[in-house]
C-alpha cells in the first residue's frame, strides 16, 4: 500500500503536488517501482532492510540518505529514505508511531521531510519507552509474588509450584522482549548520530535540537534497559533456584521413605524364610517379636533424621 503525502493539501494520496512523505507498507513491485520512477529513488527490498551489518543499515548517496532499523516487537524491519525534498518510509507491520504522525500531516502540522522523520522517530521512541515501563510493572509483579511471604509460605505446594511456572513463563517472555527492544534503541542511536552528522548542512536548528533530545532520550532508555536486563536475570536466577529447592525436597522425601523402608524390609525378608532350623519359628511371640522390630527400625530413623533436622 502507498501513502503519499503532499505538501501542498496535506491529504494522503494527492496528486496535486509532489510529496515529501511517501510511506510504502507491504509494498508491491509496482509501487516501488512508482516511487522509483516519480522520486528519483531506489527503494531497497526487504532483505537489504533487514542485514545487520551497520554499512548496510546507514549509508548516505549524496543527500540521500538510506536507514534501517529492527522494530521493538515486531519481527520486520523498517526503513527510511531521507532527503531535503522527500522521506520514504517502508515497513512490513503495523507501527505504532505512524498513525499519530500521519494525523497531524493530515491537518497540516509537518510539512517537511526532516519534519516527518524527527516525528517519526520521536514517537518510536515514545513507544519504546512505554513497553519499558510496562515490562518494570509486569517485573515488580513477578518479584513480589515471587518474594512475598505467603508465596513462601506454600512453597512446596501443587499450587506453589504452578505460580513458579507462570513466573519463569513471565520472566522469559520480558526478557525475550526486552532483548528486542534493546535491538531497537540501538538502532535508533545510529540512526539519529548518522542523520545528525550526514545531514547537518540541510538540518534546521529546531530539527536538530528535536532529534539531540530524542538522542539523550535514548541513552537514558538504554540504561533503563540495562537495568532491566539484569533484573530479568536476577528474577529468572531466583525462581530457578526456588524450583530446584523444591526438587531438592522432594528427592529428599524420597531418599528418606527409601531409608525408611529397608530395615523393615531386611526384617520381614529375614524372618519370612521358611527353614527347618530357625529358632523363631515355632515361638509363641514371634509375630508380635517380628512386627516390633519392623515398627522400631521405622522409627528408629525417623526419629534420628528429624533429630538432625533433615525432616
Not at 523393615?264 to 519370612?272: K, Q, R
Not at 516390633?292 to 526419629?303: D, N, R
Request: glycine share 6%; charged share 20%.
Amino acid at each position: 500500500m502507498l501513502n503519499a503525502h503532499s505538501a501542498k493539501s496535506g491529504d494522503a494520496g494527492s496528486q496535486s503536488a509532489k510529496p515529501f512523505w511517501v510511506d510504502l507498507f507491504n509494498p508491491t513491485a509496482d509501487e516501488i517501482a512508482r516511487v522509483a520512477a516519480e522520486s528519483g529513488i531506489q527503494v531497497p527490498p526487504r532483505e537489504s532492510l533487514q542485514e545487520i551489518e551497520t554499512s548496510s543499515r546507514l549509508r548516505a548517496d549524496g543527500q540521500v540518505l538510506y536507514l534501517s532499523m529492527p522494530l521493538a516487537l515486531q519481527d520486520a524491519p523498517l526503513g527510511f529514505i531521507l532527503s531535503p525534498q522527500v522521506l520514504v518510509t517502508v515497513r512490513y507491520s503495523e507501527v505504532y508511531a505512524f498513525a499519530p504522525v500521519q494525523t497531524c500531516v493530515t491537518k497540516g502540522l509537518y510539512t517537511g521531510s526532516a519534519a516527518v522523520f524527527a516525528a517519526l522517530i520521536d514517537g518510536i521512541v515514545d513507544f519504546d519507552a512505554d513497553r519499558l515501563e510496562k515490562l518494570s510493572s509486569d517485573l515488580a509483579a513477578v518479584s513480589a509474588r515471587a518474594f512475598s511471604p505467603q508465596s513462601t509460605s506454600r512453597r512446596g505446594s501443587k499450587h506453589a509450584s504452578g505460580a513458579l511456572r507462570e513466573s519463569l513463563n513471565a520472566v522469559g517472555t520480558a526478557g525475550d522482549q526486552l532483548s528486542r527492544i534493546r535491538e531497537s534503541l540501538l538502532g535508533l542511536q545510529r540512526i539519529i548520530g548518522f542523520v545528525l552528522k550526514m545531514a547537518a548542512d540541510w538540518l534546521s536548528a529546531e530539527q536538530k535540537t528535536h532529534l539531540s533530545t530524542a538522542q539523550q532520550d535514548l541513552t537514558s532508555l538504554v540504561d533503563f534497559e540495562a537495568h532491566l536486563s539484569g533484573k530479568t536475570q536476577f528474577l529468572l536466577d531466583a525462581i530457578l533456584g526456588f524450583i530446584n529447592t523444591e526438587q531438592n525436597d522432594i528427592f529428599k522425601v524420597l531418599t528418606i521413605v527409601s531409608v525408611v523402608g529397608i530395615p523393615p524390609t531386611l526384617i520381614a525378608s529375614m524372618y519370612g524364610m521358611n527353614f527347618r532350623n530357625m529358632p523363631e519359628l515355632s515361638w509363641r511371640f514371634g509375630y508380635p517379636y517380628g512386627l516390633t522390630l519392623i515398627a522400631l527400625s521405622i522409627l528408629l530413623p525417623i526419629l534420628w533424621f528429624k533429630r538432625r533436622g533433615w525432616w
